[in-house]
């Protein structure tokens, strides 16, 4: 019987640290956006992006993949797709 041994490196460790830390970081946005802002249910981003809230300035905007709101003028906001 062989048994295998695993090698990870401190970049791969560093990788998937970051990774983990900009997920969490991205739900909790979302999730405090959800709360504190309005959905606008109608409308996506410019490349699809969903959902796009409204802040108390009646601005508009998404929630990245690393937790940061990216602002986007109504101009640029498409419809939702129908499923």
């Known amino acids: 019987m062989m048994l295998g041994v ?3 490196t401190q970049a791969q460790v560093d990788t998937a640290v ?3 830390g900009n997920k969490t970081a991205e739900l909790a946005s979302k999730g405090k956006s959800a709360v504190v802002d309005e ?3 109608d409308k996506v981003g410019p490349a699809g992006q ?3 809230y409204i802040d108390h300035s009646s601005k508009y905007y998404y929630v990245d993949k ?3 709101k990216v ?3 109504k101009s ?3 419809d939702k ?3």
Request: no cysteine; net charge positive.
């Open 6 to 8: 695993v090698f990870v």
């Open 18 to 20: 970051k990774k983990a």
């Open 39 to 41: 959905v606008y249910k």
């Open 50 to 52: 969903s959902p796009i």
């Open 66 to 68: 690393k937790g940061k």
């Open 71 to 73: 602002y986007v003028p």
């Open 76 to 78: 640029s906001l498409k």
């Open 81 to 83: 797709p129908k499923t």
